[in-house]
C-alpha cells in the first residue's frame, strides 16, 4: 500500500496540528495503521496505532493529547495533536501493515512508510 502524509509544520507550544495520510487501498482493509516519529538524533519511535476496528494505542509520551483516527470514506489516517511541546518536535511518518493480527501494544510496524512530514513545536 502506498502512503502520502501531509499536514506538518511549525506550532507554537500549547498549539495544535492535524496530520493527514491518505492511502492507495481501502483503508477499511487495512489491518493496522500507526503514526511513528524520529527527533534528531533519536530513533524512530511508535506513536500511535489504530486498528481497522478502531481500537486504538498510543505511547505513554502523547496520551491524552494526541488522537489517532480513520475516515473510511476518504481513505486517510489522520493525527489530531494537542496541547504540542517541543519535544514532539519531529518527522511524523505514516505506516501500514495489511496483514497484522496481533495485539496494538505490540506492533512493531509494517513494511509501508510514508514519507515524513515535519511537526516543529517553537515559540
Known amino acids: 500500500v502506498q502512503l502520502q502524509a501531509s499536514g506538518g509544520g511549525q506550532v507554537q507550544p500549547g498549539g495544535s496540528l492535524r496530520l493527514s495520510c491518505t492511502t492507495s487501498m481501502t483503508i477499511t482493509s487495512i489491518p493496522a495503521m500507526a503514526w511513528y516519529r524520529q527527533a534528531p538524533g533519536k530513533e524512530r519511535e511508535l506513536v500511535a496505532v489504530?486498528?481497522?476496528?478502531?481500537?486504538?494505542h498510543y505511547a505513554d509520551s502523547v496520551k491524552g493529547r494526541f488522537t489517532i483516527s480513520r475516515d473510511n470514506a476518504k481513505n486517510i489516517l489522520y493525527l489530531q495533536m494537542n496541547s504540542l511541546k517541543p519535544e514532539d518536535t519531529a518527522v511524523y511518518y505514516c505506516n501500514a501493515d495489511t496483514t497484522y493480527r496481533g495485539a496494538l501494544r505490540d506492533y512493531r510496524g509494517g513494511v509501508s512508510w510514508g514519507q515524513g512530514t515535519l511537526v516543529t513545536v517553537s515559540s
Open positions: 489504530n486498528s481497522k476496528y478502531d481500537s486504538t
